[in-house]
């Protein structure tokens, strides 16, 4: 499956540019409306049953009627209503109204009684500002019926660009999109009300996408694989990083399962720097750890000095005092590659510019969830997506916004979506693994976007390999056996 994600904006160019290669607005339609009727079909393999079909007034409306062809021709009961005049419909969807032969009911709550199944084709790209009066109505009565709901493109009233709902959107069983997805078909909220994200190839060519300068990807390995790193017959440990880890005194189980990611990742060496009173705590736990007794910040600087120690992780359990500070500071001046999390953000709280200054750029992975962005970035305008590219672009570094939905940015703009994790990562110590996993790819010398994507993928798909019940130490033990699988 191509792995780009197409904006409204350039859905559109890819129409025209589909266009001015001989392949006509109906067609396109066609194919899109024949797609709609296949999904309604999958609904019910038993056989037909009567759909209801609401039209909006432009082409999505035009996508619905094609499909109400389509049915009824397959012998399917078909109640069409449109919002709208049909004399009022134009261009593709005129034409599709046109090739309708049926009857065109003025869209009403009352057509959806009866319906078993409904097909929502009121707004789709074309959605341009929050939906009320009589679509808002229809749109939660066709939620309230409770019956399946084949969205056409969207489920209408989700901002394609970025799946926020505006003013209201029915949850959908199916979604049809055409050509490739939208972001509202992997963002939340939109990708929640999506139900199963069906992409139907309604005939635009593959190649109209090379001359689009297009920079949402799915996240996955086909993204990054290449960039893995390999190994070598003659690899020793040194070949493979030497990733530092500042662990905490208290909280020492964050700092233990980043380093474990890191060493099960395939970071050659992974040190811990530790107050004395810890150390203990880390070698006990972990032979393989070294673990290095640090008075203050002056002690990790010295560790830091062997540029062996080519990658950074600073925050999980760190504390958010003038230790944890300090060493922040010195290690971006040192020109390393580094992971910043957890209590970063409450040590940094509202002040980027003292990181910016220090050296922060695109070597640096952060990965804050929701509460720890505000913490550090303030409340930013925009939707989730927008306010992490801000973010991204405002900082210099990469930017790993985690949630059911996370996003990986670069500070250029582009963005990856990740789509795999399951609700059960949500557990203590699972961001910890992330973070540490995420160092163990850049410590053997993976560029920072793709370490942090292939990380976000790989720790989501521990957690679907783990499944319910998954405790973050299960995490890193099922590392090893995700890469044997990973095809590059
Ligand atoms: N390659 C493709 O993706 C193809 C997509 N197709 C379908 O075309 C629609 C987009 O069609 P468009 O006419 O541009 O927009 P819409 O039908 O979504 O809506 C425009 C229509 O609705 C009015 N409107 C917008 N917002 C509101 C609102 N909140 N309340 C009331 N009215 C609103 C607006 O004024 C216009 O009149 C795409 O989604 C696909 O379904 C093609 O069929 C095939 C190729
Ligand atoms: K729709």
């Known amino acids: 499956?191509?792995?780009?994600?197409?904006?409204?904006?350039?859905?559109?160019?890819?129409?025209?540019?589909?266009?001015?290669?001989?392949?006509?607005?109906?067609?396109?339609?066609?194919?899109?409306?024949?797609?709609?009727?296949?999904?309604?079909?999958?609904?019910?393999?038993?056989?037909?049953?009567?759909?209801?079909?609401?039209?909006?007034?432009?082409?999505?409306?035009?996508?619905?009627?094609?499909?109400?062809?389509?049915?009824?021709?397959?012998?399917?009961?078909?109640?069409?209503?449109?919002?709208?005049?049909?004399?009022?419909?134009?261009?593709?969807?005129g034409w599709a109204a046109a090739a309708w032969a049926g009857p065109v009911l003025p869209a009403t709550v009352r057509l959806l009684d009866g319906a078993g199944i409904i097909v929502d084709a009121l707004f789709g790209a074309g959605l341009n500002r929050p939906v009320g009066g009589v679509a808002l109505d229809l749109i939660m009565a066709m939620a309230g019926t409770g019956k399946p709901i084949v969205a056409v493109?969207?489920?209408?009233?989700?901002?394609?660009?970025?799946?926020?709902?505006?003013?209201?959107?029915?949850?959908?069983?199916?979604?049809?999109?055409?050509?490739?997805?939208?972001?509202?078909?992997?963002?939340?909220?939109?990708?929640?009300?999506?139900?199963?994200?069906?992409?139907?190839?309604?005939?635009?060519?593959?190649?109209?996408?090379?001359?689009?300068?297009?920079?949402?990807?799915?996240?996955?390995?086909?993204?990054?694989?290449?960039?893995?790193?390999?190994?070598?017959?003659?690899?020793?440990?040194?070949?493979?990083?030497?990733?530092?880890?500042?662990?905490?005194?208290?909280?020492?189980?964050?700092?233990?399962?980043?380093?474990?990611?890191?060493?099960?990742?395939?970071?050659?060496?992974?040190?811990?720097?530790?107050?004395?009173?810890?150390?203990?705590?880390?070698?006990?736990?972990?032979?393989?750890?070294?673990?290095?007794?640090?008075?203050?910040?002056?002690?990790?600087?010295?560790?830091?000095?062997?540029?062996?120690?080519?990658?950074?992780?600073?925050?999980?359990?760190?504390?958010?005092?003038?230790?944890?500070?300090?060493?922040?500071?010195?290690?971006?001046?040192?020109?390393?590659?580094?992971?910043l999390d957890a209590d970063i953000f409450t040590c940094f709280a509202g002040d980027l510019a003292s990181l910016r200054r220090a050296g922060l750029n695109g070597d640096w992975i952060m990965t804050p969830h929701e509460g720890e962005f505000r913490r550090l970035f303030g409340d930013l305008p925009g939707s989730r997506a927008e306010r992490a590219r801000r973010a991204a672009s405002d900082s210099g570094a990469i930017l790993v916004m985690k949630g059911p939905d996370t996003l990986i940015v670069h500070p250029d703009g582009r963005m990856r979506i990740n789509h795999n994790a399951p609700p059960c990562l949500a557990t203590a110590g699972s961001g910890d693994v992330l973070a540490g996993m995420i160092l163990g790819l850049l410590a053997q010398g993976m560029g920072a976007f793709d370490a942090a994507a292939a990380g976000v993928w790989w720790h989501g798909e521990a957690g679907r390999r783990c499944g319910a019940g998954l405790i973050a130490e299960d995490l890193t033990e099922i590392i090893p056996a995700i890469r044997r699988d990973i095809l590059f």
């Not at 066609?30 to 797609?35: H, L, S, V």
């Not at 432009?58 to 109400?68: E, I, K, M, S, T």
């Not at 230790?323 to 992971?339: D, E, H, I, M, Q």
């Open 1 to 93: 499956m191509a792995a780009e994600i197409l904006t409204v904006a350039q859905m559109y160019a890819a129409d025209r540019a589909a266009m001015a290669a001989g392949i006509s607005g109906p067609t396109l339609m066609e194919a899109a409306g024949r797609a709609v009727a296949r999904a309604v079909r999958s609904l019910s393999p038993d056989g037909p049953v009567p759909v209801t079909i609401l039209c909006g007034p432009g082409n999505n409306g035009g996508d619905g009627f094609v499909a109400a062809r389509h049915l009824r021709a397959a012998g399917w009961p078909v109640r069409v209503g449109l919002l709208g005049e049909k004399s009022a419909l134009a261009g593709d969807a």
């Open 153 to 339: 493109d969207v489920p209408s009233g989700i901002n394609g660009d970025d799946g926020t709902v505006r003013g209201g959107a029915a949850p959908a069983t199916i979604t049809v999109g055409f050509f490739r997805p939208k972001p509202a078909h992997y963002l939340y909220p939109g990708r929640g009300l999506c139900g199963r994200v069906e992409i139907a190839d309604i005939g635009i060519p593959d190649a109209v996408v090379n001359d689009m300068d297009v920079d949402i990807l799915i996240n996955g390995p086909s993204v990054w694989g290449r960039a893995l790193p390999r190994r070598a017959a003659t690899d020793h440990k040194y070949h493979r990083g030497h990733a530092l880890v500042l662990g905490g005194t208290i909280m020492t189980g964050a700092a233990r399962l980043a380093a474990r990611a890191a060493l099960r990742m395939g970071a050659g060496l992974v040190t811990v720097a530790c107050a004395p009173s810890a150390h203990m705590t880390y070698s006990l736990s972990m032979p393989s750890l070294i673990v290095q007794p640090i008075d203050d910040a002056g002690g990790f600087d010295a560790l830091l000095s062997d540029t062996r120690r080519n990658a950074v992780l600073l925050g999980p359990g760190a504390g958010s005092g003038p230790l944890l500070r300090k060493v922040t500071l010195s290690a971006l001046a040192a020109n390393r590659a580094g992971v």
